[in-house]
């Protein structure tokens, strides 16, 4: 069984906005720390947005004031909603899931869903 799915990529006009969810199997108990990550072409993963269990969040400098992660815990469920998108945004976005391990925390990975955006 996939931990995560992700789903709502796709490809968007530049200033356009799109929706991602990713929903963490019923089987990842008590999550910590859910995020977002992307990796464009040739370049190295990077960090997009994280949420806490208790609703904070934190996001990468270029995302600011245009994504807003928000989850449903009830759920299981992360979302990021991607407004004013740009070119530069283009990437395969992957969910991740944190839970709280014996003795190191567990992380759990989606598969990703593919994001473009044209000019």
């Known amino acids: 069984q996939v931990p995560l799915v992700e789903s709502g990529g796709g490809l968007v006009q530049a200033g356009g906005s799109l929706r991602l969810s990713c929903a963490a199997s019923?089987?990842?108990?008590?999550?910590?720390?859910m995020g977002w990550h992307r990796q464009a072409p040739g370049k190295q993963r990077e960090l997009v947005a994280v949420i806490t269990s208790g609703g904070n969040t934190d996001y990468a400098d270029s995302v600011k004031g245009r994504f807003t992660i928000s989850r449903d815990n009830t759920k299981n469920t992360v979302y990021l909603q991607m407004n004013s998108l740009k070119p530069d945004d283009t990437a395969v976005y992957s969910c991740?899931?944190?839970?709280?391990?014996?003795?190191?925390?567990?992380?759990?990975w989606g598969q990703g869903t593919q994001v473009t955006v044209s000019s």
């Open positions: 991740n899931a944190v839970t709280v391990g014996k003795l190191f925390p567990n992380v759990y």
């Open positions: 019923a089987s990842i108990l008590s999550i910590t720390t």
